[in-house]
């Protein structure tokens, strides 16, 4: 039994992951923990077991029980104490030999890690949030969206049972805004480890990236500082996305590896946005997935071709405007936890829309201007889209800074806008030449063709 997996899930809501008071706690080979204490003494400028137990998140008491394990092996010395916990060390000829061989296995220097074990019952735990959604909850993490109260339905659910979700629908309909929405639906925090140990080989977990610390006041005041506090993570991956970065991506410079998307997003939301636009096939992708998705355990691939279990414990959210039928069959939308469509707006949802997003700007707009704007709409035949209230007022924004004054929303504006943003031909027109309408060349006229 590891340290950690005697905890439960309340323990570790209410007081984190409890220090550790001995290293075979820790669950990590003692002499994997004193190669990694001898190579922050090479590194630190002034190394004492104060700064080395800072640097490797244990306890002072264990740290000083690694560093008199490596003073008696000959790996270094004590230079002197100036108080308690300032005891000072420097590296001997044996003990530089030493790092260098550890390098050579691993390059990894951090903090201390945690043992897969201990990592897998983590998550686990912590997987589920500790309080279910409501329909409140749910309108509170969308509450800067306009959606159909049938889509708030789908997603309490999906959010609940934290079933995967394939999203479709047009380009511009907000597909991206309600995937990205979705994490703050998930109450609570967790917590990850800084590194995952692995036969003597780190997996680097924390991502100042993806991950966001909590603040340190809403931490426990004692906990195995080897875990940090994070908010359930949201990863977002698009169209960069290949099959070998759902694999754990080795550093042959570092030495040691860095875990995968997915695996950063244990605990919170994975979002692969423009699914079907990835530098791999879609097919290739989803089947890489279909065991995870349907057991909640991934296999990675360590460099020397062992395989390792860990937890796949996210809600992953598929966003997409290509059509279904040409990403995936039935075989597999059958292993989706829900689907839905997000269908353009009506006219009074995009009112409303354009409503809410001149409000965070602090722009005023009259209902001359939206009767305009949904005019232009009607002559053109053009289909409504959720992002181009934003888009719009955006532009308008642009030829306010330009002309030199406060932004505001204008009929004039609106259809500068409009022009700008769905694209229009530029000719000459007589304003264009001023009092100098002949078109001659002068020094205030240089040139007109």
Same mark, same amino acid.
């Given at each position: 039994?590891?340290?950690?997996?005697?905890?439960t899930?309340?323990?570790?809501?209410t007081?984190?992951?409890?220090?550790?008071?001995?290293?075979?706690?820790?669950?990590?080979?003692?002499?994997? #923990?004193?190669d990694?204490?001898l190579?922050?003494?090479?590194?630190?400028?002034?190394?004492?077991?104060?700064?080395?137990?800072?640097? =490797?998140?244990?306890?002072?008491?264990?740290?000083?029980?690694?560093?008199v394990? #490596?003073?008696?092996?000959?790996?270094?010395?004590?230079?002197?104490?100036?108080? +308690?916990?300032?005891?000072?060390y420097?590296?001997?000829?044996?003990?530089?030999?030493?790092v260098?061989?550890?390098?050579?296995l691993?390059?990894?220097?951090?903090p201390?890690?945690?043992?897969l074990?201990d990592?897998?019952?983590?998550?686990?735990?912590?997987?589920?949030?500790?309080?279910t959604?409501?329909?409140?909850? &749910?309108?509170?993490?969308?509450?800067?969206?306009?959606?159909?109260?049938?889509?708030?339905?789908?997603?309490?659910?999906?959010?609940? %049972?934290r079933? %995967?979700?394939?999203?479709?629908?047009?380009?511009?309909?907000?597909?991206?805004?309600?995937?990205?929405?979705?994490?703050?639906?998930?109450?609570?925090?967790?917590?990850?480890? /800084?590194?995952?140990e &692995?036969?003597?080989?780190?997996?680097?977990v924390?991502?100042?990236?993806?991950?966001?610390? &909590?603040?340190?006041?809403?931490?426990?005041s004692?906990?195995d500082?080897r875990? +940090?506090?994070?908010?359930?993570p949201?990863?977002?991956?698009?169209?960069?996305?290949?099959l070998?970065?759902?694999?754990?991506?080795?550093?042959?410079a570092?030495?040691?590896?860095?875990a995968?998307?997915?695996?950063?997003s244990?605990g919170?939301?994975?979002?692969?946005d423009?699914?079907?636009?990835?530098?791999?096939?879609?097919?290739?992708?989803l089947?890489?997935?279909? +065991?995870?998705?349907?057991?909640?355990?991934? /296999? =990675?691939?360590?460099?020397?071709g062992?395989?390792?279990?860990?937890?796949?414990?996210?809600?992953?959210?598929?966003?997409?405007n =290509?059509?279904?039928?040409?990403?995936?069959?039935?075989?597999?939308?059958?292993?989706?936890?829900?689907?839905?469509?997000?269908?353009?707006?009506?006219?009074?949802?995009?009112v409303?829309?354009?409503?809410?997003?001149? /409000?965070?700007?602090?722009?005023?707009v009259?209902?001359?201007?939206?009767?305009?704007?949904?005019?232009?709409?009607?002559?053109?035949?053009r289909?409504?889209? %959720?992002?181009?209230?934003?888009d719009?007022?955006?532009?308008?924004?642009?030829?306010?800074?330009?002309?030199g004054?406060?932004?505001?929303?204008?009929?004039? #504006?609106?259809?500068?806008?409009?022009?700008?943003?769905?694209g229009?031909?530029?000719?000459?027109?007589?304003?264009?030449f001023?009092?100098?309408?002949?078109?001659?060349?002068n020094?205030?006229?240089?040139?007109q063709?």
């Amino acid at each position: 039994m590891t340290h950690a997996a005697v905890l439960t899930r309340v323990e570790i809501e209410t007081m984190g992951p409890p220090a550790l008071e001995e290293l075979r706690e820790a669950d990590v080979a003692e002499s994997f #923990l004193c190669d990694l204490a001898l190579k922050h003494v090479a590194q630190l400028p002034d190394p004492t077991t104060q700064s080395i137990s800072e640097e =490797l998140r244990l306890p002072r008491s264990l740290v000083e029980e690694l560093l008199v394990h #490596l003073a008696r092996e000959k790996m270094i010395e004590v230079k002197g104490q100036i108080a +308690v916990g300032a005891t000072r060390y420097a590296i001997l000829e044996r003990g530089w030999s030493r790092v260098a061989r550890a390098r050579e296995l691993c390059g990894y220097v951090g903090p201390a890690p945690v043992s897969l074990r201990d990592y897998s019952h983590m998550m686990r735990l912590q997987a589920v949030p500790p309080r279910t959604s409501t329909i409140e909850s &749910v309108r509170a993490a969308f509450r800067d969206l306009v959606l159909p109260e049938s889509l708030m339905l789908t997603l309490g659910c999906v959010i609940n %049972s934290r079933r %995967s979700l394939f999203i479709t629908g047009p380009a511009g309909t907000g597909k991206t805004a309600v995937a990205e929405r979705i994490n703050a639906g998930l109450p609570g925090s967790i917590w990850v480890p /800084y590194a995952i140990e &692995v036969d003597g080989q780190i997996i680097r977990v924390f991502d100042t990236h993806n991950h966001r610390e &909590v603040a340190p006041g809403d931490a426990p005041s004692e906990y195995d500082r080897r875990w +940090v506090c994070i908010e359930r993570p949201l990863v977002i991956v698009g169209g960069e996305l290949t099959l070998d970065d759902a694999d754990l991506q080795w550093s042959e410079a570092a030495r040691f590896y860095e875990a995968p998307f997915q695996m950063k997003s244990n605990g919170g939301t994975l979002v692969v946005d423009d699914f079907g636009r990835q530098r791999c096939e879609p097919h290739d992708l989803l089947n890489r997935w279909i +065991v995870p998705l349907e057991r909640r355990v991934d /296999y =990675l691939t360590l460099h020397t071709g062992k395989k390792i279990e860990v937890p796949f414990e996210q809600l992953i959210v598929f966003s997409t405007n =290509l059509e279904e039928k040409d990403l995936v069959d039935e075989a597999f939308l059958r292993r989706m936890g829900y689907r839905a469509r997000v269908e353009p707006p009506t006219p009074p949802a995009y009112v409303e829309i354009f409503k809410r997003a001149a /409000y965070t700007r602090g722009l005023r707009v009259e209902q001359a201007c939206l009767d305009h704007l949904l005019n232009n709409y009607m002559l053109e035949h053009r289909q409504m889209k %959720s992002c181009e209230p934003r888009d719009l007022l955006d532009r308008m924004t642009d030829i306010c800074l330009f002309e030199g004054r406060p932004p505001e929303v204008n009929v004039r #504006l609106i259809d500068v806008a409009w022009r700008n943003y769905f694209g229009s031909s530029h000719g000459f027109g007589a304003q264009d030449f001023g009092k100098h309408g002949t078109g001659e060349l002068n020094d205030a006229n240089p040139l007109q063709i």
